[in-house]
């Protein structure tokens, strides 16, 4: 019998098996880290704002008319795991024309301002002091001007006299 036939096995992981955990471990970090944004990319929309948006009441809906009145209120939101307290502040112009009310979004489609009815002395216009954009009355981009998309629209509805908002939708009847 030859000298290395004798020898006990050692107990512990043969060189190979650990070779083999080492290299599947290795590949399987490397696989995670492309994993990842693919994965992300996928459920993204699941994770967009808005998606887990409640109404809110901003008052009575008779006090709006055909002329755009803004007002301020908080979005209870759930973002991911992020829920500021007391909500996210939100501004909207809402116009009331019969029974259609109109909640418009006042963040500009061009690179985000803030719009402002008859700003900058523009009449009859949502007015964008950044580039000079400007909107109509129901929030239609006017052509020429940078914002090249219509304005935001709040869903809404009306309970009990009140007028309550809830997530933005694309604007432009979309
Ligand atoms: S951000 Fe409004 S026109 Fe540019």
């Known amino acids: 019998m030859s000298e290395k036939q004798k020898q006990p096995k050692k107990p512990g992981i043969s060189r190979r098996r650990f070779l ?8 399987g970090f490397l ?22 948006t409640e ?4 008052g009575p809906v008779n006090e709006f ?20 307290k007391g909500g996210e502040p939100a501004t909207a112009w809402v116009t009331k024309n019969g029974d259609q ?11 985000g301002c803030t719009v402002k009815w ?18 109509t009355k129901d929030g239609t981009n006017v052509p020429g001007t940078p914002p090249n998309e219509p304005l935001d629209e709040y869903e809404s509805r009306v309970e009990g006299g009140r007028l309550l908002l809830g997530p933005v939708k694309k604007g432009g009847g979309a």
Not at 20 to 27: E, K, L, N, R
Not at 36 to 42: D, E, K, V, W
Not at 67 to 76: H, L, T
Not at 101 to 111: R, T
């Open 118 to 135: 008859e700003g900058g002395g523009k009449q009859d216009h949502y007015y964008c002091p950044c580039h000079g954009g400007l909107y």
């Open 31 to 52: 696989a995670s880290g492309m994993l990842y944004p693919m994965i992300r990319f996928a459920i993204d929309p699941l994770l967009q704002k808005g998606s887990d």
């Open 65 to 84: 008319g055909t002329e755009p009145k803004s007002v301020s209120f908080n979005i209870k939101r759930k973002d991911g795991w992020y829920e500021p």
């Open 101 to 111: 009310i109109l909640a418009l979004s006042p963040v500009c489609k061009h690179l």
């Open 20 to 27: 083999t955990y080492t290299i599947a471990s290795t590949g």
């Open 55 to 58: 109404f809110v009441d901003v």
